[in-house]
């Protein structure tokens, strides 16, 4: 491949992405159906022609879009978990991480998209309901090695605990986001810990 070639590989592999980019903020404000093809266009800068010449659907790039924000999403919430020993250390930090840290814009963008999905894009609910698994077995995996340490109570399963985690920090995100306040993210965390503490993490005899 000649350098002229390979450049203009790189600027079309630019634009491609500055497309996701924008679109995942687009779609994640304005929801799959309010927002169009046009908005992202205006948004991005670029011409109408270089969009189609990378995205052949709206749902193509919406998919895509989706990936990116709840990639970026993920990062966050995860961040740093991977450095703590402790089973229930992690899963503490992980609801610190997801209280705490800056959403990406627009909300969470499991919620957003999901709400999308229940108007019959197929395409977009399995994407939805990929991610939605992905987390629940990440804190699933998180409670298991804990057991397997002797951390965390053995007769707990820990699907039910990831389950429990994820509906009362993402009703409590819908409740924040109604009340324009952070008060219900902060309950959330409380009862979470306190659950962690007494209901999850392994008490010995002393």
Known sequence: MTTKAKAAGTKGERSRQKIVETAAVLFNQKGFTGCSMGDIVAASGLEKGTLYGHFSTKEELALLAFDYAWKDTSDKRLRHVDTVSNAVGKLKLHLDNYVNTPSFPGGCPLLNFAVDADDGNIALRARVRKALKGWEDFLAKIVEDGQSAGEINP?????????????????ATVLARINKRSTALEDAQRHLNLYLETAVRLRTNP
Do not use: T
């Open 155 to 171: 007769e707990i399963d820990p699907h039910s605990v990831a389950n429990l985690v994820i509906s009362i920090l993402e009703g």
